[in-house]
């Protein structure tokens, strides 16, 4: 079984902010500070760090080659990613003193996959084979429909929740993961048990991973639910706690581990992230979440 993650890239230029700015306001930020980051290249480094052999597609700009190093560096394979005219995907990110963040997107190359690309990509992979995807890349129905031709089995991180999800099959997804916010997007109700329940009746034959933030995690499928509180940190940067969820969750999921278990491994993970600045930066290794409290 391999592992694709065809998502997205970006250059998060992380600005700290004692409050985020406001409409018609100006405010001096306090430091400024680059990471790699992009939901994509985020999770793609946790399930490296987490000891999963995983192929990040997607598409850079000419200005992309600090994503192709830092893959190499942490045993992402990078032979899928392609490179195209112009810029590479970034992130504006403002960090208040309370550790919340707010994110502004330009797509860049992320949002530059073809067709051709695609198939060319889902032709490494076959029945099985596993497909993590979040929703920073154009395309998105095309490959889900593409990639559940092949049989391949999809996690579906459909973060930032948009419109243009609606036009994705989701039916075809096997994994979702989610937070509170893109969870009451796709049931249309709000309490996280009712999420839930709405998800399961609505995709009966998929597992849902439901993160609440501070309140913790919940796990559901046809046959099983648990729950999982958060590891209490000081937080100091809380981008790529979620894509660390993800990445360790599916890491985890994939090697047959008891979801008890998976699920306290991914909120370890997170809960690490969290307590660190940036987002590739922030993502611990296996061997420091299993010696973590
Ligand atoms: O999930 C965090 C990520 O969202 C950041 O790294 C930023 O690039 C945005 O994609």
Redesign the pocket.
Known sequence: MKVLNLG?M?L?LVYTVDHIVQPGETESSVSMSTFL???GM?QSVALAKAGVEVWQGGMIGEDGQPFLDACGEFGVHVDLIATVEGKSGH?L?QIDKNAQNC?L?YGGANQKLTETYVDEVLGHFEKGDVLLLQN?VNLLPYIVDKAFERGMFIALNPSPFDQKLKAVDMKKVSLFLLNEVEGAQVAGVTDPQAIIDKMREMFPHAGIVLTLGKDGAIYADATQQHFQPVFPVKAVDT??A??TFTGYFLAGYTEGMPIPEVLRMSAKASSIAVSRAG?VPSIPWRKEVLAAE
């Open positions: 997205s970006n998060d980051g992009g939901k985020n992130a990110i994110i997107l920073e981008t790529a979620g894509d987002a």
